[in-house]
Each structure stands twice: as structure tokens, then as C-alpha cells.
């Protein structure tokens, strides 16, 4: 009897996001281009999850009257039984949306999207937001392990700044990638175990 795919087929993935001229042309006013779905985690149990980010700019046009910066950001959804929570909220201002984590790129005049020496940028642990609005100190703790039964990841572009008068294209490379921290599997129990993703014949 065969099974199915490998749980993990679905806790990762890689898209590309491109900016259009309508949120270019007035970031102040424009709605954010379309999220794009990464990573979708359903499973039978609640884990606690070690992460991956990944963005990079892949091309796209050269600023040419002014630098632009770019400003990509990734929502989280994590949900346990019949519960689950967003970090995602509306913006006090601008009509933009704050992410549970962002990559912000900047483009200088004459150069061409990927080519910067930071183009490359990932991260495996960020600061969550600030915990006390009254502290005199605004604390900003890490955090490096998701736990969740049901987590979705998606990215979208946040904000895109130029200067007067251009109007690039320019394409990102999002990647979200997740792996339990201690993964017991029910097959270990079977006196002749078989497992879904035939981890056993990897090298």
C-alpha cells in the first residue's frame, strides 16, 4: 500500500513578488500587491518549530531620476486546535500593514535591482514587538521557535519608495521554511516501520 506525500512537502516554499506601477506611483495611498502563500503547516499535533526567512531582489528596472527602497514583510497565522492568531494588524497610517518580520531593500540611481552587496538577506531568529508601551526602555524580545499545530506564512510587499518621477519594476525572491525542533514519529513504534517521506533511505 503506497502513502501519501511527505508531511513536510508543505513547510517551505519560494515565490516571487513584483512590484506594480499603481502602489509605485503613490506608496502613501496605493494597496500593497497581492500576498503570496509560502509555507503551510496542518498538522495532527502541536509542535514547536525552528524558522527560516529568506528574500533577495532577482531583477528588475534600474532607478534612474532616484533611489527606491523596498520593503518586504512576512505574516504569520499560528493556530492550535480551534484557536489560532495572527501577527498581522492594520497601520495607524498609510493604508500599509506591519509584519511579523520585514526585509527592507535599497536600490541606489543607476544600479539594478540583485546587485547590491546586502542583496542576500535571511534571518532564523527576530525581535518581537514591543511588550511594554509604559517602559522607559522599549524591550524587543528574540524569538526563534514558533509553536503551532496549523501555521501559515505568506509575504507581501509593504512599501516601495522612489524618487520622483520613477517608476521600476522589480522582482523579489521570498522563501519560509520550517522543521519541528523534536519530531517524534508514530512510525518508530511500528515493529516494521514504514514512513510517509521514506526518511529512513536518505544519506
Given amino acids: ?88 494588524q492594520p497601520a495607524a497610517l498609510g493604508g500599509f500593514v506591519t509584519a511579523f518580520h520585514q526585509f527592507v531593500f535599497s536600490v541606489p540611481i543607476g544600479s539594478p535591482p540583485g546587485t547590491q552587496p546586502s542583496n542576500a538577506k535571511y534571518v532564523t531568529q527576530i525581535l518581537a514587538p514591543i511588550v511594554d508601551d509604559t517602559a522607559a526602555a522599549a524591550a524587543r524580545l528574540p524569538i526563534q521557535w514558533l509553536p503551532g499545530q496549523d501555521i501559515q506564512v505568506s509575504a507581501r510587499i509593504l512599501d516601495y519608495l522612489v524618487g520622483a518621477a520613477s517608476s521600476p519594476v522589480t522582482r523579489v525572491q521570498c522563501s519560509a521554511y520550517f522543521a519541528p525542533r523534536t519530531h517524534v514519529r508514530p512510525e518508530w513504534m511500528a515493529e516494521v516501520p514504514s514512513f510517509r517521506g521514506e526518511e529512513q533511505t536518505g544519506s
Wanted: aromatic share 12%.
Fill in 1 to 88: 500500500m503506497g502513502f501519501p506525500l511527505a508531511p513536510w512537502h508543505m513547510w517551505g516554499g519560494t515565490r516571487v513578488l513584483v512590484t506594480n506601477a499603481a502602489m509605485i506611483t503613490n506608496p502613501a495611498d496605493a494597496l500593497p500587491a497581492p500576498p503570496v502563500q509560502l509555507a503551510k503547516i496542518s498538522y495532527a499535533r502541536p509542535e514547536t518549530w525552528s524558522f527560516f526567512f529568506g528574500a533577495r531582489l532577482i531583477g528588475g528596472d534600474t532607478p534612474t531620476t532616484g533611489a527606491s527602497v523596498l520593503t518586504v514583510g512576512f505574516d504569520v497565522i499560528v493556530g492550535i486546535g480551534r484557536s489560532s492568531y495572527s501577527t498581522q
